[in-house]
């Protein structure tokens, strides 16, 4: 299981830069940088609902799930 972060997709279509959206979130560049390129391990709901706030969109226009593909979760079976 994977969950992608199509953060970049709404900054995009909102016209706005990441600069901007970290000072209306009251986080630094380097943390919404490090949350649109998904190497963060977890995001506050808090944090979340900022992001909505200042994008007028919904979790799920900035979180996808995407399903393992199939020979992906026999291995992962082999693990159990």
Do not use: H, W
């Amino acid at each position: 299981m994977s969950i992608t972060v199509n953060l970049d997709v709404m900054l995009a279509k909102r016209k706005m830069r990441s600069k901007e959206l970290a000072e209306r979130i009251g986080l630094t560049e380097v943390n919404v940088s490090l949350l649109k390129s998904g190497k963060v391990r977890g995001v506050r709901f808090e944090t979340l609902s900022k992001i909505c706030e200042a994008l007028a969109c919904q979790p799920g226009d900035i979180l996808e799930y995407v399903p393992d593909a199939p020979d992906d979760l026999a291995d992962d079976a082999d693990d159990l």
